[in-house]
């Protein structure tokens, strides 16, 4: 049991490499905006000071070196409103500022362009994009979210669209019956059940979180389960209502092993009733969405 708790996977989330290709490195140049787009205090004025060398704030950076962490603090900064559309990112001032390479600097535009958080456009200069733009489906952008002045509506959406999403894949997931997928679901289960049992809050978590991934991807809907990314950010989000699944107990735990045991029976319609169930209903999300039905 320790060897698998320890050497299983953690749920699959899709990031951007950010590497930039061959000739790409001069879409962000220097001189990319007037010297009188930038008369006035410098929009790092008044920010916070921790965040002038990147280097002090590796942890949570899921990136690459200083160009993962440079990601990371651009990112939350623009979604916390810090960086607003009013003024031009000039890369080198966000060079000097965090100390941070050129290179490094214009792969995490081009990393938070790909999310649609910036744009870069020739005599206009790289600016944040209106939140229209964004995509709010980026696993990054939705931690960004739900830890920032945001947290309240982004920890509700991710209820609300995992209403929608996990029912429905356990149902479906019913009807696909991968013996090797129904065994790691049953492991998973056992993991978590071990880790509860030792306090093992991170290895219990993880397990949760696999165990998400693998029914979304039983369910044999390949755009279903191009929105596993969401689910497993939501379980990364803790601190809201986003699930009974945050803190290990006994009747989240109940609830993954009545799903994994209705799937091994290909009973869909239990396996979907077991996950509302397990999907617990806060006040914010009421109105939208259902309490489950004793069944």
Not at 65 to 92: F, K, N, T, W, Y
């Amino acid at each position: 049991m320790s060897t698998l708790a320890h050497t299983m996977m953690t749920a699959a989330r899709s990031a951007d490499s950010g590497l930039a290709g061959p000739g790409e490195l001069d879409r962000y140049p220097y001189a990319e905006a007037p010297a009188a787009g930038r008369v006035g205090a410098s929009i790092w004025d008044g920010s916070d000071p921790e965040l002038g060398r990147v280097g002090r704030r590796a942890a949570g950076s899921r990136g690459r070196g200083l160009h993962g962490q440079l990601v990371q603090q651009l990112g939350q900064m623009i979604v916390s409103g810090d960086l607003g559309a009013d003024r031009p990112l000039v890369p080198e001032e966000i060079g000097q500022r965090f100390e941070v390479s050129r290179t490094v600097v214009r792969e995490s535009l081009r990393v938070l362009e790909a999310k649609g958080l910036v744009s870069a456009r020739p005599n206009v200069g790289t600016r944040v994009r209106p939140v229209s733009d964004w995509n709010l489906l980026d696993p990054d952008i939705i931690e960004w979210r739900a830890f920032g002045p945001q947290r309240d509506d982004q920890r509700r959406e991710l209820s609300e669209l995992r209403w929608t999403i996990e029912p429905l894949a356990a149902r479906l997931a019913a009807g696909h019956g991968r013996a090797d997928v129904q065994q790691r679901l049953g492991d998973m289960v056992e993991i978590m059940g071990h880790a509860m049992s030792q306090g093992d809050a991170l290895t219990f978590s993880r397990a949760d979180a696999e165990f998400h991934s693998l029914l979304i991807q039983l369910a044999g809907n390949r755009m279903l389960e191009h929105l596993s990314g969401i689910v497993s950010a939501a379980l990364q989000v803790s601190g809201g209502p986003v699930t009974g699944c945050d803190r290990p107990n006994e009747s989240s735990l109940a609830h993954h092993g009545r799903i994994a045991d209705a799937l091994a029976s290909g009973d869909g319609a239990a396996a979907e009733a077991a996950m509302r169930q397990l999907l617990a209903v806060y006040p914010e999300v009421e109105r939208v969405v259902p309490a489950p039905r004793e069944h």
